[in-house]
Nanobody
Framework: QLQASGGGLVQPGGSLKLSCAASGATMYSHSIAWFRQAPGREREGVSYLRAGSGSIYYGDAVKGRFTISRDNAKNMVYLQMNNLKSEDTAVYYC????????????????????WGHGTQVTVSS
């Protein structure tokens, strides 16, 4: 079971750090990703941390601003979001799968069988 937290209201240019906690499984043995969904829009891949190699990938919209990380001791995954923009406003979900996924297939939400409850991020002045 996955649970995202840390969302909130922040001004443009501000920062937030989202957390994803897992119960019943270890984060290290799973590939983890963050997706987001804004009202009226499809789910969008934000970042992907690959199981095994630990390779990291980002969606084009967040490259250079967001950072995904993992704390194996705490069994947590984080998403540090800097220089937030109004278009980052969305519900953010952490998702998982038991093995890695190649190339840009990770951007397809149908490739991720495990979804947690989301956390709302609102960027507004």
């Amino acid at each position: 079971q996955l649970q995202a937290s840390g969302g909130g209201l922040v001004q443009p240019g501000g920062s937030l750090k989202l957390s994803c906690a897992a119960s019943g499984a270890t984060m290290y043995s799973h590939s983890i990703a963050w997706f987001r969904q804004a009202p009226g829009r499809e789910r969008e891949g934000v970042s992907y941390l690959r199981a095994g190699s630990g390779s990291i990938y980002y969606g084009d919209a967040v490259k250079g601003r967001f950072t995904i990380s993992r704390d194996n001791a705490k069994n947590m995954v984080y998403l540090q979001m800097n220089n937030l923009k109004s278009e980052d406003t969305a519900v953010y979900y952490c998702v998982a799968r038991q093995n890695s996924i190649i190339l840009r297939a990770w951007l397809d939400p149908r490739q991720w069988p495990y979804w947690g409850h989301g956390t709302q991020v609102t960027v507004s002045s």
